[in-house]
């Protein structure tokens, strides 16, 4: 019985090897490449990471608020 289950499993594997054209559908629906000159790359550059410190700041204004709300708590539960 464990031999024919394995032989099952081989066959399904060996059919969805066969099955690549699926995948030529999927390139043709792309973009097609775009050379980008120096200055556009160094404008995607700045503007990623404009975006990354502006994240941060947002986490960093996060974590700020959390640490006071735990310090006030504290607070009360030292007096206390």
Same mark, same amino acid.
Do not use: L
């Given at each position: 019985m464990t031999a024919a289950k394995s032989t099952d499993q081989g066959s399904s594997r060996?059919?969805?090897?066969?099955?690549?054209?699926?995948?030529?559908t999927a390139q043709s629906g792309r973009k097609p490449w775009k050379k980008k000159s120096?200055?556009?790359?160094?404008?995607?550059? *700045?503007? /990623?990471l404009? !975006?990354? *410190?502006? /994240?941060?700041? !947002?986490?960093l204004k996060q974590a700020k608020r959390q640490l006071q709300k735990l310090e006030e708590a504290r607070k009360v539960l030292e007096s206390a």
């Open positions: 060996s059919s969805s090897t066969t099955t690549p054209p699926a995948a030529s120096p200055a556009e790359i160094f404008a995607g550059q *700045v503007d /990623r404009r !975006e990354e *410190v502006q /994240r941060k700041e !947002e986490d």
